[in-house]
C-alpha cells in the first residue's frame, strides 16, 4: 500500500506564498492555498510551473496544488501542517491563526512565515499555542535555501524538531531561531549591514553601486563558502577583536532610516522597481531582465551549495 501524501495549507498564495507552495509541491505534498483573491488563485498555477521548472522539478507537480476561497472548503483531516502567508497585518494574523484552532487537527504545527511580527504576539490568545511556531523563509522562497525555524516562549520544542526535520527533507537548510525576538536572525543581520551601507551612501562615502559591488564580490562572495564566525575562525579573533575596538566606536549606529531613503520614499514615493522609479529608473524590460539575471545566478549558486544542503 502506498504511502499516504502528506497535506499542507497555504494561507496566502502571493510572491510568498506562491514560492512556499512551489516548495511542497516539489516535495510531493499535496499543496491545499488559500486565498481570497481570485485573481492570486488564477495566477497560482503559471507561478507554481515556473517555479518547479527552476528547481528542475517535474512540471506535472503541479497537479498537487488546490486553491480555495475560503478555509473550511478544505478537507482538514487530510492536512499535516499549516504556513501563514498572509499580508503583514497583525489583527489579520490572531484572526486567521483563530479559526485554524478550530479547523486544524490539534497535533498538527500552525506556523507563521512573517518577518515583521514576533510569534508570541500573533499565537498568544489561542489554547493550543504550543503547536505555534515561526517558518521564515527568504524571497525567492523556492531558490533561497535559508528557512528560520523560530520558537516562541510558548512553543513545544517538539513542533520546531518536526519542523526542522521536515524543512530538510525538502531541500532547505533550516536555522533554529531560539528566542522569540524582532527580526529574528537573517533580517536583524541584514539590517545592520544596510543601515551602514545606506548611511555612507547618504555621508557621500561610497555609490549605490560600489555598495552592491563591494558586498557582492567581496565578503558577500567569500560567504558562498563560509559565514562570518567559520572565517574569523580562520583569519584569527585578534584580528576582529583589535578591529572592533577601533572601528565599533565610527561605525553609524542612529536609530532611524538614512534621511535620503525617508525622503525617496516618504515624499518622492520612489519604491524600486514597484514604481519603476527608486535609486535606478525601471521600465518593463529591464525589470525583467534584471530578475532573470538574478534567478540564474541564485540557482547556480543552490547548485554549488547542494552538497552542504544534503550533508
Partial sequence: MAAKQSG???????????????????????????????????????????????????????????????????????????????????????????????????EIPLTSNTSNFQIGEIGKHLKTRSRVAGVHYFMPAHLVPLVEIIKADFTDVKICDWLEKNQRELGK?????NKDIPGFIGNRLQHAMMREALYLINDGAVSPEGVDTAVRFGFGFRFLACGPMMQKEMSGWDTNYYAASSL???????????????????????????????????????????KSRIEKLLQAAMQILSADIKK
Avoid: C
Fill in 173 to 177: 537548510m533550516p536555522v533554529r531561531v
Fill in 8 to 106: 499542507i495549507v497555504i494561507i496566502g498564495g502571493g510572491i510568498m506564498g506562491g514560492d512556499i507552495a512551489t516548495i511542497f509541491a516539489a516535495g510531493n505534498w499535496a499543496v491545499h492555498v488559500m486565498s481570497p483573491s481570485q485573481k492570486t488563485r488564477d495566477a497560482l498555477p503559471a507561478r507554481v510551473t515556473a517555479g518547479l521548472e527552476k528547481l528542475s522539478a517535474a512540471a506535472d507537480l503541479v497537479k498537487n496544488v488546490k486553491t480555495y476561497e475560503k478555509l473550511d472548503a478544505i478537507a482538514w483531516a487530510d492536512i499535516d501542517l499549516v504556513i501563514e502567508a498572509a499580508t503583514e497585518n497583525l489583527e489579520l494574523k490572531r484572526k486567521i491563526f483563530s479559526e485554524l484552532e478550530t479547523l486544524a487537527r490539534p
Fill in 248 to 290: 565599533y566606536g565610527d561605525l553609524h549606529a542612529e536609530k532611524t532610516a538614512a534621511p535620503f531613503i525617508k525622503t525617496m520614499v516618504v515624499d518622492k514615493g520612489h519604491l524600486g522597481m514597484k514604481t519603476k522609479q527608486g535609486i535606478w529608473s525601471w521600465d518593463d524590460e529591464s525589470i525583467k531582465k534584471e
